[in-house]
């Protein structure tokens, strides 16, 4: 065998990583670009729609898009799909974004404390991190929602409050690998307090994971929230949410589909745009500790 062959061989197994390197970095930018973009609009759109986002004009219903202005089209009370689908924005975003951080918040407490506490305490949290988990989340949401009554706050404290033994277990099995670590062993017997250790030493470990959980969580509450709205228990019907907007155009299917696709199509860019941002985060971690290794 020659050295050509052997170097052309050697070199073979660098490219198919080097186009994964590649393909992560460019997941994570247009997640990130896209991230932006909705961000952009929230703030421009979002938090002062147009008057089209709730008054509208009936001799101007079901205007097709890009017809007479309406970018989007309108819908059966003439309102511009364009300003419903911005002002929709804060309700869905940001239910999703305050149930994703509630998630994470008691995931992370709670996995930390099972991670670093032995004993009875560490079964007790295991126990009811499976019990919750037992239980559909989206069946406990709609009792709780049924029971509170609809808005903001009921509706994302409801679904952090289901979802958070899911991020509670992904963060225990992490910590219970970063606490057997050399340096965290180190602390430890130099007397530093266990939550100085778990500040200082164990959360900064766990970074990567709870990023990646945090953007592939706020895509599935921005999924459940469009769903109970969808079914007319999240957010007030009069809330121009995009699952309120998907809800209210069930009738017209067929006379106005862009009622349906508008909604739909913005419900699918944000989830796509936070899943590649999760993918992008989780393959930068990979390729951050195999150099490690």
Known sequence: MSMQDTGARGLLPRRPRALSLRAADAMLATGLVMAGLLLVLTLVFGLNPPASANTGSLMARFRPPALDGYLFGSDQLGRSMAARMAAGMPWSLGIALVAAVIALTIGTVVGLVAAWVPGWPRRVIRMLIDTVIAFPSL???????????????????????????????????????????????????????????????????????LLTMFAFTFADMLIAESALSFLGLGVPLSAPSWGNMLSESREYLVTAPWMMLVPAGAIVFAVVALNLIGDGIAAASRRRSGRAS
């Open 139 to 209: 069946v406990i949401a709609v009792t709780v929602i049924a029971l509170l009554g609809r808005g903001f706050w009921p509706l994302a404290v409801t679904l952090g409050l289901a979802t958070w033994p899911i991020a509670a277990r992904v963060v225990y099995a992490e910590a219970m690998s970063i606490v057997k670590r050399e340096y965290v062993v180190a602390a430890e017997l130099a007397g530093v307090s266990g939550a100085k250790i778990l500040l200082v030493h164990v959360l900064p470990a766990l970074r990567p994971t």
